[in-house]
């Protein structure tokens, strides 16, 4: 049996830019081996799978990498709501749509707007109360197993800090986007300091500065899983980030809206409008939100289960 899918980049209206994956949108009858091989074929960085996508109340998500299924993915939701709604999987009756999707880690509600021009731009929302840890590698560790110089590390409105957040990231303000982009992480500066006595895997780098005006952020997610030339994702780390902004002084509580952009002008950019909702000692909601464009179309043979 043939299954049809789409490859769509998330967070750009420009196609060849952004974050790219595959969706494949109506996934009855694929098991998760099965999933699994489809994934690892297609080599993209995640490869999702929807069942119910006719479903009024809304329907489940799967997302896997090529080597291993991942319990939550936030330009996946952005992807699978804008394909059902360009796809018109759903339909709209007003300027807007609400819908539930359900990952690994629960159910998430999206919200669907189109444009005049019948663009379409999608948002997700989530409630997470991040755990912070001020206990951290210095500056000079972070230097080391970022192969940056220790000047280039920090920020003087924020400090790195650990936020587990429904993921562990160890995150990292820097003084400039050239840092940022120019870091390349060294597992063996890693493994000699204390960061793997961590449960974070991944390094979120920020920085104040970008390459485009409109932002208000620029980040990058490297480490020991991640290879040296890859520029992953960052909307599934956006409640941590969001949960590490809350945890400094000088975010008060209310409301805030800022734009954090991924990869580079050259390469493929990603730009994330986030909203979130500073209640200090509770709940943050933070809502993500972006574009997306479909690039290409096809149909792949479903693989022969041998389990």
Same mark, same amino acid.
């Given at each position: 049996?043939? /299954?049809?899918?789409?490859?769509?980049?998330?967070?750009? &209206?420009?196609?060849?830019? +952004?974050?790219?994956?595959?969706?494949?949108?109506?996934?009855?009858?694929? #098991?998760?081996?099965?999933?699994?091989? !489809?994934?690892?074929?297609?080599?993209?960085?995640?490869?999702?799978?929807? &069942?119910?996508?006719?479903?009024?109340?809304?329907?489940?998500?799967? #997302?896997?990498?090529?080597?291993?299924?991942?319990?939550?993915?936030?330009?996946?939701?952005?992807?699978?709501? /804008?394909?059902?709604?360009?796809?018109?999987?759903?339909?709209?009756?007003?300027?807007?749509?609400?819908?539930?999707?359900?990952?690994?880690?629960?159910?998430?509600?999206?919200?669907?707007?189109?444009?005049?021009?019948?663009?379409?731009?999608?948002?997700?929302?989530?409630?997470?109360?991040?755990?912070?840890?001020?206990?951290?590698?210095?500056?000079?560790?972070?230097?080391?197993?970022?192969?940056?110089?220790?000047?280039?590390? +920090?920020?003087?409105?924020?400090?790195?800090?650990?936020?587990?957040?429904?993921?562990?990231?160890? !995150?990292?303000?820097?003084?400039?986007?050239?840092?940022?982009?120019?870091?390349?992480?060294?597992?063996?500066?890693?493994?000699?300091?204390?960061?793997?006595?961590?449960?974070?895997?991944? !390094?979120?780098?920020?920085?104040?500065?970008?390459?485009?005006?409109?932002?208000?952020?620029? +980040?990058?997610?490297?480490?020991?899983?991640? +290879? !040296?030339?890859?520029?992953?994702?960052?909307?599934?780390?956006?409640?941590?980030?969001?949960?590490?902004?809350?945890?400094?002084?000088?975010?008060?509580?209310?409301?805030?809206? /800022?734009?954090?952009?991924?990869?580079?002008?050259?390469?493929?950019?990603?730009?994330?409008?986030?909203?979130?909702?500073?209640?200090?000692?509770?709940?943050?909601?933070?809502?993500?939100?972006?574009?997306?464009?479909?690039?290409?179309?096809?149909?792949?043979?479903?693989?022969?289960?041998?389990?």
């Amino acid at each position: 049996m043939k /299954y049809s899918y789409c490859i769509v980049d998330v967070f750009t &209206t420009t196609t060849f830019s +952004g974050a790219q994956l595959a969706i494949f949108p109506e996934s009855e009858g694929l #098991n998760e081996r099965q999933m699994q091989l !489809i994934a690892r074929e297609l080599n993209l960085t995640e490869t999702v799978f929807m &069942t119910g996508s006719r479903e009024p109340n809304g329907c489940k998500l799967r #997302n896997f990498s090529p080597s291993a299924e991942r319990e939550f993915s936030g330009h996946a939701a952005i992807a699978a709501g /804008y394909v059902l709604a360009f796809e018109s999987y759903v339909s709209f009756e007003s300027k807007y749509l609400e819908l539930s999707l359900e990952q690994n880690t629960g159910v998430i509600e999206l919200v669907i707007s189109r444009d005049e021009q019948s663009q379409f731009f999608v948002q997700f929302s989530r409630s997470a109360e991040a755990v912070v840890d001020h206990y951290v590698p210095d500056n000079s560790q972070l230097a080391e197993m970022l192969s940056l110089e220790a000047s280039e590390i +920090g920020n003087l409105r924020y400090n790195t800090l650990l936020v587990s957040c429904e993921k562990n990231y160890l !995150i990292v303000p820097l003084k400039s986007f050239e840092a940022v982009r120019s870091a390349v992480f060294s597992l063996k500066d890693w493994s000699t300091s204390v960061a793997p006595i961590s449960p974070a895997n991944e !390094i979120l780098l920020f920085s104040s500065k970008s390459d485009i005006p409109q932002s208000n952020f620029h +980040g990058r997610i490297v480490g020991p899983q991640i +290879g !040296i030339e890859e520029d992953p994702p960052i909307a599934s780390a956006m409640p941590g980030f969001a949960g590490y902004l809350s945890a400094h002084e000088h975010v008060k509580l209310g409301t805030y809206s /800022y734009t954090i952009d991924r990869g580079t002008l050259a390469t493929r950019k990603s730009v994330l409008a986030v909203e979130l909702v500073s209640q200090r000692d509770k709940e943050n909601r933070v809502r993500v939100g972006g574009p997306a464009v479909i690039v290409a179309k096809g149909k792949i043979d479903a693989p022969i289960d041998v389990s």
